[in-house]
C-alpha cells in the first residue's frame, strides 16, 4: 500500500490515512484539505502547491 502520492502537473501531494471513497473534503488551512468517507472518517490529506515546502517534490513524480 502507498502512503502518499505526489502530483507534478497539478503540484499536489496527497497523504493517504485509510482505504475508502471520498465522499467530501474540508479545507482546514489554505491549500490543505482533509477528505473524508461517507462515515465522516478522515481517509487522506491533500497538500496543494506541495513544493512550497518541498522543492524536491516537483523534479519528479513520485508514489509510495
Do not use: M, T
Not at 490529506?45 to 516537483?58: D, M, P, Q, T, W
Amino acid at each position: 500500500n502507498k502512503k502518499y502520492s505526489y502530483d507534478k502537473e497539478s503540484d499536489s501531494l496527497f497523504i493517504y490515512i485509510k482505504e475508502g471513497n471520498e465522499e467530501r473534503f474540508e479545507e482546514i488551512a489554505p491549500g490543505i484539505n482533509i477528505e473524508l468517507n461517507s462515515e465522516g472518517d478522515i481517509i487522506g490529506v491533500e497538500i496543494l502547491k506541495a513544493s512550497r515546502f518541498n522543492k524536491n517534490l516537483g523534479k519528479e513524480s513520485i508514489r509510495y
